[in-house]
């Protein structure tokens, strides 16, 4: 018998009913119950794998949702050729771990080809959206699971846990089918796919309350370290072969963790001393940025830029 | 708004932890008052951060705008800002040391109706705002008709710009009185009205120093304390299987678990149970709570069952206690919003899911329509369009296991698609439409003699 069981059983003087679960347990079993209705209904489902917070918690939860038996799904990871060195080994040994199969759809061999050019500014975070929509047509996926969050940003607010994408992997929002009580719609013609968001109604702050309550091992640079780092547009960008510092730009050791874990290019750092969960938990709740507004510098290239690259295809 | 930039206490850990969720909509009119209320809650509880507001002050800069325009805010479309509308419902997150609250903030501009039934189909709690000078308008009306469909349990009517009325008492009371007489004949369990000014900020999150004659919560306090689960024992248990759990494993050669979500209801080990629709009874051996096993699970959790007997049960069978097993049935009565573009007509063939169930359907008849303005019934009307509300006849290709919607909002629910292009074109509610304080009687049955 658990705490929650007998607190039940006895009742509760509380505002709220003994059988009200905790906003985690709500969100945790509102993500389980996606995660099967996809397995239930699709072909050929792929989770999207960055080796970052939310896909790592979306793992977790795939692998609850469908404990003792493996999870159905494989994983997919979209490289930018820019990746910080610890998060692939997390993506390498979590795979190895849990004895999924990843797929990769790699940028560096766009450009590599010549299908895809280097941006002037070096940021790959735009050039990842046709290595991943041919990626998903080549493997036939029907159901691509994504981690991204309502709270994110202002276009994301407005996306719907199953998002149907046409063949070009579009999203058009005026065409969204609305969602009524839990009864997903799934239906889709050949060469669409549904994009299905498991993590839509948690926040930044959901999130790390979930790792800390599940002890979920997460890639070191989330937590705060010393760092080479130097200034672009704002930011504190790790130095690195892919780009950086320029003429002007001077490194410095600095005391800096991620909030987010994207392309090394436009993914900054903030200073932190937060080297515990529930450091890191306390200086979230405290802080007065946004996620995106203190670690994305692609989100700040136009006021639309995450609708652009979302009607595009990008994840 | 004021003291936009204003920093406000963090929360600890402690206080982060064990908080609940309350998921609720609010019913959008044009010029109430709802993205002043809508700003001010997240100001408030510190989900407007300074980054957002920053790119909110460029963008209103670069159009030329003295002032922040908070609009900017919360409408994230492209289309939406160059039209100055909202296109449609967005969720929104905040929270407070005592809960974590999802808005669906739903526009009040065309085709509200569907975005208000999309919105209010997942929540617990509905605002309602009226501007205290126009009182209660057929807007109001219509707001109230789709909360009680949709018998979502809290109504929340919010007597917005009090500041325009001087704060007077009689203003609110008749407002009060009024809405709640109406709410209470459509059924609405629980109405609570709230005296507001979402500008000045009175009895938003702070209480009035206006309005010393209003004794109740304020808004916020009021969506902090409003229970979010109900009382399990007069609920009929269901759950829909969703999928079968076969490891197959050295570990685990014989564990077959029936995973879902419990629609309604608890469960315990041991239990007897019958499965639907082939009617095949046996007990709970087991429930794994995500990997823990526990007694007795509830409403909402995600768990896995495990039964004594090896029977056939499959994705779309539904487990109910073996003594409340409701009906299943072919001929469904239901009544629907049509949230499709494209009408539904008589003799329309579609998919309709239910729980874990999808099965194909055909709309037998369309009785009628109704007005949500004084609901009033429109017989016959031959098709309904997007956003109508009508009473529909379906015939199902097989037996389905249904709940009235009075009794169960997720099993007596359901969706029909179109099987051509998977549209969702409407979403329905078993059985009767409004909770009635007296029992609705059937006029065409109605013979004269008094039993």
């Known amino acids: 018998m658990t705490t929650t069981v007998a607190k039940a059983i006895e009742g509760d003087e509380g505002t709220d009913s003994p059988y009200a679960l905790s906003h985690l347990d709500a969100l945790e079993s509102e993500a389980v119950h996606i995660f099967r209705e996809v397995a239930g209904e699709f072909e050929r489902p792929v989770i999207l794998f960055s080796g970052g917070k939310d896909s790592i918690v979306m793992l977790h939860l795939a692998l609850k949702a469908f404990a003792p038996a493996a999870v159905p799904f494989s994983l997919l990871h979209v490289d930018t050729g820019h990746n910080f060195p610890e998060v692939l080994e997390y993506r390498d040994r979590t795979v190895a771990k849990h004895g999924l199969r990843l797929h990769v759809a790699s940028v560096q061999e766009y450009i590599d080809r010549g299908v895809l050019k280097e941006r002037p500014d070096g940021t790959r975070n735009p050039l990842q959206t046709l290595p991943l929509t041919e990626k998903i047509q080549a493997e036939k996926f029907d159901a691509v699971f994504g981690g991204g969050r309502r709270d994110e940003e202002k276009a994301r607010a407005k996306e719907r846990v199953f998002s149907l994408r046409d063949e070009f992997s579009q999203w058009d929002p005026r065409r969204q089918r609305p969602e009524l009580w839990n009864l997903y719609n799934g239906r889709h013609a050949p060469g669409e796919h549904v994009r299905v968001f498991p993590l839509s109604n948690w926040t930044e702050l959901d999130v790390w309350q979930y790792i800390a309550r599940e002890g979920i091992e997460l890639p070191e640079i989330y937590f705060a370290h010393e760092r080479e780092v130097f200034q672009r547009a704002g930011m504190w960008l790790t130095a690195g072969e892919w780009g950086g510092p320029k003429d002007g730009e001077r490194t410095e050791k600095r005391q800096v963790r991620y909030r987010t874990v994207g392309d090394m290019s436009c993914t900054g750092a903030v200073d932190s001393d937060a080297t515990t969960l529930e450091a890191v938990i306390t200086e979230i709740a405290a802080s007065r940025l946004t996620e995106r507004g203190a670690t994305r510098a692609d989100d700040k290239m136009s006021e639309a830029a995450m609708e652009d690259r979302k009607r595009e295809g990008y994840f | ?451």
């Not at chain 2, 974590?100 to 569907?114: C, S």
């Not at chain 2, 389905?400 to 007596?412: E, F, I, K």
Request: proline letters at 6%; aromatic letters at 6%.
């Open chain 2, 1 to 451: 708004m004021s003291s936009i930039t204003e920093p406000i206490e963090p929360l600890s850990v402690e206080q982060l932890s064990e908080t609940t969720l309350l998921r609720f909509a609010t019913a959008g009119s044009v010029d109430d008052g709802k993205s002043t209320l809508v700003g001010r809650l997240l100001h408030d509880s510190k989900s407007i951060l300074t980054d957002q507001l920053e790119a909110v002050q460029r963008a209103s800069a670069s159009r030329g705008q003295d002032a922040p325009d908070l609009a900017l805010l919360t409408d994230g479309l492209r289309a939406e800002r160059e039209q100055g509308i909202t296109i449609d419902v967005a969720y929104r997150y905040f929270a407070t040391p005592r809960r974590r609250f999802i808005l669906a903030d739903t526009p009040g501009h065309v085709q509200y109706t569907r975005n208000m039934v999309t919105g209010a189909s997942t929540a617990e709690l509905t605002v309602i705002l009226v501007d205290a000078r126009n009182g209660v308008v057929e807007q109001t009306r219509r707001h109230a008709a789709i909360a009680a469909l949709l018998r979502v349990p809290h109504v929340v009517l919010a007597v917005n710009k009090m500041d325009l009325v001087d704060y007077r008492e009689p203003v609110f009371a008749a407002i009060a009185e009024e809405f709640t007489a109406y709410a209470t004949e459509l059924g609405v369990p629980d109405v609570t009205a709230i005296p507001i000014s979402a500008l000045a900020g009175d009895n938003v999150v702070e209480p009035s120093a206006t309005m010393d004659w209003y004794g109740g919560p304020t808004f916020l306090e009021h969506l902090e304390t409003v229970p979010v689960a109900h009382d399990l024992s007069h609920c009929h248990a269901r759950l829909p299987v969703q999928y079968v759990i076969r490891p197959q494993t050295a570990e685990h050669p014989d564990y077959r678990g029936y995973a879902g979500q419990i629609a309604a209801g608890s469960f315990r080990v041991g239990e007897s149970v019958t499965v639907l629709p082939s009617g095949r009874a046996t007990k709970i051996a087991g429930i794994d709570l995500l990997g823990r096993p526990v007694d007795i699970a509830w409403t909402t959790q995600s768990v896995t069952v495990l039964l004594e007997d090896d029977i056939d049960i499959s994705r779309g069978d539904l487990i109910v206690p073996s003594k409340d097993a409701p009906p299943t049935t072919q001929d469904i009565e239901a009544t629907v919003c049509h949230v499709a573009d494209a009408p539904l007509t008589v003799g329309h063939r579609v998919l309709l899911k239910h729980g874990t169930r999808t099965v194909k359907a055909i709309v037998k008849d369309i009785p009628s329509r109704l007005t949500l303005d004084d609901l009033s019934l429109h017989p016959h009307p031959g098709q309904l369009v997007a956003n109508d509300i009508g009473r529909v006849k379906i015939r199902a290709a097989e037996p389905l296991p249904v709940d009235s919607y009075a009794d169960s909002r997720r099993t007596g629910s359901f969706i029909l698609i179109d099987p051509n292009d998977g549209t969702t074109l409407t979403a329905g509610m078993v059985g009767e439409s409004f909770a009635s304080p007296e029992p609705v009687r059937d006029e065409t049955e109605d013979d004269g003699w008094d039993f």
